[in-house]
């Protein structure tokens, strides 16, 4: 059980269903929306940061989580969807509402409302809910992972670039495994055998001053976070590889790293009881987190054009 002192969902004054705000007690969905019947939902997991010398709260790319949003629903064809400019100004005026001044997520759903069989393509409904989530402790500790039994999703079978609630079922499996036999995360193989992802972020590794990663045709969501990751290795001038990687590839590492929205740039420590390097966060590793951490947080000039910032009054 939920302690309610610890629950985000208590600073929750209001969310946003199809443009309107409630109480959170107050948005339902429909035992019958295929939505729910048959997994017709796509969302966008979106962070922001509050600058506390500032007094701003900056919403991190929020422009290319929309368009992926788009895309997730193009692809899964959805019909009469809302305009990029109309849900920007409700994500904007939902976290207004709320007035947080601290550290945020943002979860934004768009789905098949109503009733209908499997491929009803319409109405669709969205909604946001918005709520407090601190960094994790483990972003300055790391984790450690194992390569799941369970095979990553095929681009032919359940699309991974969608960001579906149906494709998070694999992601589920591997998580639960994961931490059934003592491990803090997965990483899954393609059908190929090669690297693909975890079960919510993507995968770095360094080797020998190095950065490898998947490419986006090993099974991976078009992570906004790893392109964060590369855009950031460009400005740094370190040599990155987008490529197929092999499973021993993880065992000789010097770093592995997991970064996404909700891990943000998270170490990884041992793969499947093999330390990556010394076991500890590295520093090409902290380096990159530190960079991250100050183009969230509205501290550098350079990547000023990747937040938001929202304006309270």
């Known amino acids: 059980m939920t302690n309610i002192s610890n629950d985000p969902r208590s600073k929750i004054k209001v969310v946003t269903m199809n443009g309107n705000l409630m109480p959170l007690n ?60 109309l849900i920007k100004k409700q994500i904007i005026e939902n976290i207004l509402a709320n007035d947080y001044k601290e550290d945020i997520y943002i979860r934004l759903q768009g789905y098949i409302d109503d009733w209908g069989e499997m491929a009803i393509r319409s109405p669709v409904s969205t909604s946001i809910v918005s709520y407090p989530r601190p960094r994790s402790i483990d972003f300055n500790k790391g984790k450690n992972f194992t390569v799941s039994s369970w095979q990553r999703l095929d681009d032919n079978a359940s699309p991974p670039r969608v ?20 491990y803090d995360g997965a990483i899954l193989l393609t059908s190929n055998g090669k690297v693909s992802e975890g079960p919510g972020g993507c995968i770095f590794l360094i080797r020998e001053g190095v950065i490898i990663t998947p490419s986006v045709s090993s099974g991976i969501l078009e992570s906004i976070t790893r392109d964060s990751v590369l855009k950031i290795a460009k400005e740094k001038k370190i040599r990155v590889e987008s490529r197929d990687v092999d499973r021993t590839e993880l065992y000789i590492a010097d770093e592995i790293f997991y970064c996404g929205t909700g891990q943000e740039i998270m170490p990884i420590l041992s793969v499947d009881k093999i330390l990556a390097g010394e076991g500890k966060v590295g520093n090409v590793t902290a380096l990159f987190q530190k960079k991250y951490t100050e183009i969230v947080r509205g501290k550098t000039k350079n990547f000023n054009f990747w937040i938001t910032p929202i304006y309270f009054k």
């Open 26 to 85: 107050e948005a339902k969905v429909s035992i019958t929306a295929p939505g729910l019947s048959y997994a017709a939902l796509v969302f966008e997991g979106i962070r922001a940061y509050w600058n506390e010398k500032d007094k701003e709260l900056f919403v991190f790319r929020l422009d290319d989580h929309l368009k992926r949003f788009a895309n997730s629903m193009k692809i899964l064809k959805f019909e009469k969807t809302p305009s990029l400019d």
């Open 163 to 182: 960001k579906a609630s149906a494709n998070y079922l694999n992601s589920r499996l591997a998580s639960i495994q994961a931490r059934e036999s003592g």
